[in-house]
């Protein structure tokens, strides 16, 4: 099979690789599409894990072969591959922290090399401790939607990490894709959001997916507007969903006293900012983080993404064929004004062929 394999920093080759192997628990999937993801583009851009490996790990296919003991699968069957999947025993577990038990680190779903997602390749291998999380796709539903119940998963559960109230006012800064579903899920939960970005056409879909505000980030009297908006109270949180450290500070000035922070974006290890932390002592702001998925939450992703109530369809701009995978992971790192989400879609065929 094809597949595009990562073989050092910068450097993803379209190769031909074995098709994997399943065991008698195991499920092989015959890729329809997978979402280019920035956790995976920080992996292939800073060497942060040993190549060779097969990343892609929104994906959304065709159940094309099940081990005999593998249960409520059939061959033919459309769905949502899991996000990592949780022991639900250990200490971290326990804490509900599943994206820190050693189970969740082991990826279970692979098409070759060391377990890595595999979207980015024709097959992948579903392990057994995956399968009871396989998320079926109605037949009214097509593979994008069914691609993005893992980003809308990790949403979901930063939002759950929030301690909001319906009327509660939330900036969610920057509206690149994960930015407009923190927006849209706000809203949806009875929450005033308000959206900030340097692009015009972003905060124009800001305002249709709900945003009771959108506002660009660089205008002068940011904080004189929210404090306008909030009657001089402050935000009861912020949500950065772009690593940018000013905003950091910033919004350690805007939110309320006892309100909440959240960093969602601040992903390389070894970053160091200076903060005011008599903010978070004194003003009591709580400054907290949230990474990856809640398997927990996947079904409850679905019926959003299933019903329409939130509508990724409009969040992906590009579709991009599995030989131009690493155009697409290139598209994604440096966006342009028209691009929001990129996705390898292996029904697309390449025109250059």
Known sequence: MRAVVYRGVNDLRLETVPVPRTGANELLVKVAVCGVCPTDIKKIHHGTVPPPRIFGHETAGTIVRAG??????????????????PCLDCHACRHRAFAQCAQYKRTGITAGFEPAGGGYAEYVRVMSFCLPDVVKSPARNNFLEAAMLEPVNTVLKAVKRLSLLPGDCVLVAGQGPIGLMFTRLLALQGIKAVASDLLEPRLALARQFGAAQAWRGDREDFAAQVMRLTRGRGLDAVVLAK????????????????????????????AVTGLDLSKVCVDEKDLIGSYSADITLQRRGAQIVFSGKLDVRRLISHAFP??????????????????????VDHTVCDASS
């Open 68 to 85: 005999a003991r593998g249960r409520g699968v059939r061959v033919g069957g459309r769905g949502a591959l899991p996000p990592p999947v």
């Open 243 to 270: 690593p940018a450290d000013a905003v950091v500070r910033e919004a350690l000035e805007l939110a309320r006293g006892a309100g909440q922070i959240l960093l969602f974006a601040h992903t390389r290890r070894g």
């Open 322 to 343: 599995l030989e131009q995978t690493a155009a697409a992971v290139a598209l994604a790192s440096n966006p342009t004004p028209d691009s929001l989400k990129e996705v």
